[in-house]
């Protein structure tokens, strides 16, 4: 038998699923009516729209049409006149997401976490999760963002990557300690906020620096009380995102693929297969998986297209391979196979994240792919924060003025 003092401590059995707060599902909404979605009794097969209603402007004076949001996770976006910023993979940097942010042109520096990008279209392209201790602080943030911004005549979308797909299925590997030790910190916040979610969540980004200031570790890490309260994290992540629980749902709120204007987005990549199975399809299975509403052990039914396997739309990694290392049969074949998918899902170019671009964002195939993750958090490359922009369809990366502190070498890219 375990020694008592690593036992499944007393005080975690009262922070049970059923005692929290949980999100509502995600359900297309009219901002005018409110920013917080209202819950929904099922979800739905259909294609839903949403035109977010509010009187905003662009450049030259005139007044942009409404965007227009379809699906269930949102799945295509319409977003007429909109500047478009789109921010690659995260992995728990709070402080190089909010440098990304304000070099993208939409958070304040003040230190307030105030949405400055008016009518702006931001969209991050998932792996906030793993090698970072504030993951949960930078939800809270883009949720927050996301508020102000519909506000404005502006919207925050997200895509979840395979650090949040392999979060869900309970794989750890990749959780930083600090991570550990902000998600027992955010359960122990919700059991005592258990009235409110999206209250809840969205104060989460200020409060969780305050717990962590209070926060005192004994300097000894193998010092029991710091075995106990590691495995206490562990449990707490357990419960926070194991499908159904309350982060799984946050992230259910979000798509696999998204398609705004005439660009898509995803995390690793899209390929012809997926756009047949149906990107609708896919985001809408893997939503209801992260909800708890499916079990995906022997179920023939649930998109391993979209979340396992190296092809697959989170782990996909065709278009972000060196062309140097490549010969030009090669190159023309994934250039046929890119060409492909962007007509059949109707795209201009494809921006994806995933694996770390050591040169900075770049893009490859005439410019139809574009390659942004650059390993920003100090958990991966603590590299110089960089964004996308695409404005009248037209793209360009924008780069932090700030110097990157180091160059570290990364052992592996997953």
Not at 129 to 153: N, P
Request: with cysteine; glycine share 8%; net charge negative.
């Amino acid at each position: 038998m375990a020694p008592e003092s690593l036992l499944f401590p007393k005080e975690m059995a009262s922070l049970c699923l059923n005692s929290l707060p949980l999100p509502p599902p995600s359900q297309p909404r009219k901002l005018s009516e409110s920013p917080l979605p209202p819950p929904s009794s099922s979800s739905s097969s259909s294609l839903s729209s949403n035109s977010l209603n509010v009187n905003s402007y662009g450049s030259r004076g005139e007044a942009l049409k409404p965007i227009v949001v379809s699906g269930s996770p949102p799945t295509f976006v319409s977003a007429p006149g909109r500047r478009i910023v789109a921010v690659g993979d995260l992995h728990g940097d709070l402080g190089q997401t909010r440098c990304a942010l304000e070099t993208a042109g939409v958070l304040s520096s003040d230190g307030e976490d105030v949405w400055t990008g008016g009518e702006t279209v931001l969209i991050q392209l998932g792996d906030i999760l793993d090698r970072g201790e504030d993951e949960i602080a930078i939800l809270s943030l883009l949720r927050s963002l996301d508020m102000q911004a519909k506000a404005e005549g502006g919207a925050v979308f997200q895509v979840n990557g395979n650090h949040e797909t392999i979060n869900v299925e309970g794989d750890f590997r990749y959780v930083d300690t600090g991570g550990f030790d902000e998600c027992l910190d955010f359960l122990e916040y919700l059991d005592d906020n258990r009235d409110d979610w999206e209250e809840a969540f969205v104060g989460w980004v200020g409060v969780s620096k305050r717990m962590k200031e209070e926060r005192k570790m004994p300097q000894n890490y193998w010092d029991p009380w710091n075995l106990v309260r590691k495995q206490k994290g562990v449990i707490a992540r357990s419960i926070l995102l194991r499908p159904g629980g309350p982060l799984a749902r946050e992230l259910a709120r979000h798509a696999v693929v998204l398609k705004v204007n005439d660009w898509v987005f995803c995390h690793g990549g899209l390929v012809p297969q997926h756009v047949t199975y149906g990107v609708e399809r896919m985001n809408r299975e893997v939503s209801d998986w992260m909800r708890g509403l499916v079990e995906i052990d022997d179920n023939p039914h649930f998109p391993f297209v979209a979340t396992r396997g190296y092809d697959s739309v989170v782990w996909n990694r065709l278009y972000s391979r060196d062309t140097s290392d490549l010969d030009d049969y090669q190159i023309n074949q994934i250039n046929y196979v890119l060409q492909q998918t962007l007509q059949a899902v109707g795209a201009k170019g494809m921006v994806v994240g995933h694996t770390p671009q050591p040169t900075g964002a770049n893009c490859e195939y005439d410019c139809s792919i574009w390659r942004i993750d650059v390993g920003m958090s100090s958990g991966v490359l603590n590299s110089r924060p960089e964004v996308l922009e695409i404005k009248d369809n037209k793209a360009r990366v924008i780069r932090s003025k700030k110097d990157p502190s180091s160059e570290l070498t990364v052992v592996d890219y997953i």
